[in-house]
C-alpha cells in the first residue's frame, strides 16, 4: 500500500527520462486545430508533424530541472497541507541557499516557520507531498552528481519515478501504472477522439514569441476516459526550447483517485535554461487511506 501511495503522488507531482521513436503522426496532424498564424507559417515550411513529434521527444524540459543540480541558488517555498473539508492541518515556509561546488551540492536553511503538525518527531515528515518536495528540492547532506543519479528513494519506488516522471518532462508516454497507464498516451490513435487539439502563436512573459500546443480533454466524454484533462506548453520559436508548462490530471477510480493542477516557470540563464516558478494545487487518495490534499510553490532565483 505504501508502493501505491508513493506512485499515484509521483504521478501527480514533478516527476520523463525515456525517449521514444518518432511515431506515425497522421491521425493528429489531421484534427489540430491552426490558428491562423501557424496556418501562414505552414505555409513558410513550419511542419506540423515535426513539431508534435518535438513536444512528444522533448528533453530541453527535463534538462532544465536538472541544471538546478549544478548551480548555486536561493529558493523561497511554501507548502500547505489541509483537511477534506478545507480545514489548515500543517504549513510549512522555507527560504533556502543551495551551494554548489565541483559537481556535490547541499541546502542551507536560511528562513524557516512550521505551523500544524507538519514533522513527526525528529523531523520526520508526516505527509507523502511534503516529503516527496524535500527530497526534490532540498540536499540536507552533500549530494555528488558523481556518486549518485537521483535521489535516494525509499525500496520500490525506483521504478515508479522512472515511469512516473513521464507525465510531467515527456508528455503523452505511456506510464507504468495499474489502471490508467494507456490513458496517459494522448498522442496513439485510440486516445485522440477524447482531446482537442491545438497549435498557436501566443507571447511569454510578455516578450518571447511562443508556439503553444494544447490538449483538452472533451466534456461530452466520461470522466474516466482520460487523465490528462488539459496539457497547455509554450515553446520558444527561436530555439523551440519549453519555457512554459500547465496541465491537470485527474483520476476517479476504486484503488486510487487524484485531481491536480501544475504551472511550471522557466527562464534563460546564460546558454540554458532553469525553472523560476513551480506550484501545485491537488488532492488524492488511496483506498482504505485518509485523502491527502495539499498546495505548494516554489520560486528560485539568485542563480551563480
Known sequence: MRNLKWSILLLTLICVLSQTKAQEYDP?????????????????????????????????FYQAFRNLRFLSY??????????????????????????EAKGCRKTKILEEEVSGNYF??????????????DRLFFAHKEICEFETEEVELPKGMEKHIQELKKLIFQTGEEADVPFIGKKTAIFEEDMIPYYTYSIESKQYAGNIDCYVFSAKAKPEFKADKTVIKSLETYFDKENFQVVARNYQLKYEGFAFDFDVTMNIRLRKLG?????????????????????EIAKFSASFYDFE
Open 120 to 133: 513527526k518527531k525528529k523531523r520526520r515528515l508526516r505527509y507523502y507531498t511534503a516529503d516527496l518536495f
Open 74 to 99: 536561493q529558493s523561497d517555498n511554501e507548502i500547505n497541507i489541509y483537511h477534506k473539508k478545507g480545514k489548515q492541518l500543517a504549513k510549512y515556509e522555507a527560504k533556502i541557499q543551495q551551494n
Open 271 to 291: 546558454k540554458t535554461y532553469v525553472p523560476t516558478f513551480l506550484s501545485y494545487d491537488g488532492s488524492w487518495k488511496v483506498a482504505t487511506q485518509k485523502p
Open 28 to 60: 493528429i496532424v489531421n484534427v489540430i486545430h491552426l490558428d491562423s498564424f501557424v496556418v501562414t507559417a505552414t505555409r513558410s515550411g513550419f511542419e506540423v508533424a515535426d513539431f508534435v513529434e518535438m513536444v512528444q521527444e522533448d528533453e530541453s
